[in-house]
């Protein structure tokens, strides 16, 4: 799953896209930005862009800032966590009493909040489709609000859809080293790797042009222009050599 494994040991019951629900956040709420405090947003490397611009920050000062590194539960994955405030709030630090200040460029997670998702691709008899749950969390009274959706017209609401498929080759490597035996471990530099091309969108670029990478792997000219000028191409191009370093036998062990 890639917003959450369970909730309070419960399994989630799954929707899908035209499933029904009724939900509103606004500031009128009394809840409001509750859900912003005590979490544990895992970050995707479509909200790293976005966020690091948003905020003109390199790569590295928004992970050294705004992060901490954690490895993903049964993929052994090195991801991102969004820092909380360090009292007794706990908060995310880009809230505040009237609401989000980045909410344009929120994260994907509180972009599909108060849903979760979650992927069965790459298991024995997934059907490769993701499914959706609700997030209960006893606070948020948005439930009770009358406006009507489906999860599919939610997700375009929230622009999340356009983050989706943006992360999708993203998402997909991770249910794929989730679906491998327990003993099959990746090596430190595989994993390090991972973490460059997924997050460290200006370090990997000089990695790929500033190294003996090129004479390593043939790249035609139209994909190098694109990822020298594009971090979406740049993203998209790291993630699809993941796949080819992470499953090529040589980089297990």
Not at 16 to 43: A, P, Q
Not at 148 to 176: F, P, S
């Amino acid at each position: 799953m890639t917003t959450s494994e369970k909730i309070a040991g419960i399994d989630p019951v799954k929707l899908d896209l035209d499933s029904n629900f009724s939900f509103e956040c606004h500031k009128g709420i009394k809840c409001f930005t509750k859900c912003c405090r005590g979490i544990n947003i895992v970050l995707t490397p479509y909200d790293i862009v976005r966020l690091k611009n948003r905020l003109q920050l390199s790569s590295e000062e928004f992970l050294a800032i705004y992060t901490e590194p954690q490895l993903l539960e049964k993929t052994d994955l090195p991801v991102v966590t969004l820092k909380l405030l360090d009292d007794e709030s706990e908060a995310c630090p880009f809230v505040r009493e009237d609401g989000c200040i980045i909410y344009s460029d929120r994260p994907t997670a509180c972009r599909y909040y108060p849903l979760g998702t979650a992927s069965l691709s790459h298991k024995e008899g997934a059907d490769d489709q993701d499914f959706y749950f609700f997030v209960n969390e006893p606070h948020c009274l948005g439930f009770e609000e009358k406006k009507e959706w489906n999860v599919r017209e939610w997700r375009k609401d929230q622009g999340v859809d356009i983050h989706d498929e943006i992360n999708a080759d993203w998402t997909d490597l991770l249910v794929r080293k989730r679906s491998f035996p327990p003993n099959i471990k990746l090596t430190e530099q595989s994993k390090k790797m991972f973490f460059l091309a997924s997050y460290n969108a200006d370090k990997f670029r000089k990695f790929v042009f500033e190294s003996s990478f090129l004479e390593r792997y043939n790249i035609d000219k139209e994909t190098l222009e694109k990822i020298r000028e594009n971090e979406i191409e740049l993203l998209k191009f790291g993630i699809q050599w993941l796949k080819s370093v992470l499953f090529d036998e040589q980089a297990l062990r």
